[in-house]
């Protein structure tokens, strides 16, 4: 069975400042879906980015890129210029790309902590 | 387009007592899933469903019940609510290629 895990429960950023969030996972299969979504205090959650396993270069949208290292099995989110409405809980998540199987698997979360 | 919508977002319940959390999305998608939240946890998949008239176990599925009789709408039922059921409840719904989108949220408190 797939697993996430996200080792690390809380981080701390500057302002402006660089902050990356850890995520790995475990796998047998070889065509996969990476996501990072974004949990603020109004609980919505919200895509901020996604990775296909076939692809070997790293998404990123606006700020926000990943480090996807598919041999480690470890797929890292990069958050650049941080912003005080980054401040979330952000969750590392596996879906298969096989047919058939269309559950999200989700890590257990690292809070975000923006520093004025 | 309202997304995904869940009723209701906030309801306190004894023990032993029952209800039914409903999730909608207009987005016409073939997939949808009912999810718990709990501190330190993650999320936990609870049921799923493939399509309309199908649904499926997930990791957490004792104490809950699903239906999907009608393609836009996904009702996980509790018939007696436990202090350990006491969770934030999501809903969400994809296509096979797309990625998952999320409803606001039912936070449930059993007593």
């Known amino acids: 069975a797939q697993t996430v895990t996200q080792s690390q429960p809380e981080m701390s950023v500057q302002e402006a400042e660089t902050v990356t969030l850890s995520c790995t996972y475990d796998?047998?299969?070889?065509?996969?879906?990476l996501f990072w979504y974004k949990q603020p205090p109004s609980r919505q959650m919200i895509l901020v980015i996604r990775?296909?396993?076939?692809?070997?270069q790293n998404a990123t949208e606006n700020r926000f890129s990943v480090n996807f290292q598919k041999a480690a099995k470890s797929f890292s989110l990069k958050i650049s210029d941080s912003q005080l409405g980054d401040a979330a809980m952000y969750f590392c998540?596996?879906?298969?790309?096989?047919?058939?199987?269309?559950?999200?698997?989700f890590g257990t979360g690292t809070r975000l902590k923006v520093l004025a | 387009n309202a997304g995904v919508t869940q009723t209701p977002k906030f309801r306190v319940l004894k023990t032993g007592q029952s209800m039914t959390l409903l999730c909608a999305q207009d987005?016409?998608?073939?997939?949808m899933y009912w999810y718990r939240q709990d501190p330190g946890m993650g999320l936990r998949l609870i049921h799923y469903?493939?399509?309309?008239?199908?649904?499926a176990k997930g990791e957490v599925p004792d104490g809950y019940n699903v239906s999907r009789l009608k393609k836009q709408n996904f009702l996980l039922g509790l018939e007696s609510a436990a202090p350990s059921q006491t969770s934030v409840y999501f809903c969400?719904?994809?296509?096979?290629?797309?990625?998952?989108?999320f409803g606001p949220g039912t936070r449930l408190t059993v007593l």
């Open positions: 969400a719904s994809s296509y096979p290629e797309l990625s998952v989108v």
């Open positions: 796998t047998s299969e070889s065509d996969y879906y």
């Open positions: 990775q296909e396993a076939y692809k070997q």
């Open positions: 998540a596996y879906r298969s790309h096989n047919s058939g199987t269309y559950k999200y698997i």
């Open positions: 987005m016409n998608h073939e997939y």
């Open positions: 469903s493939v399509g309309e008239g199908t649904t």
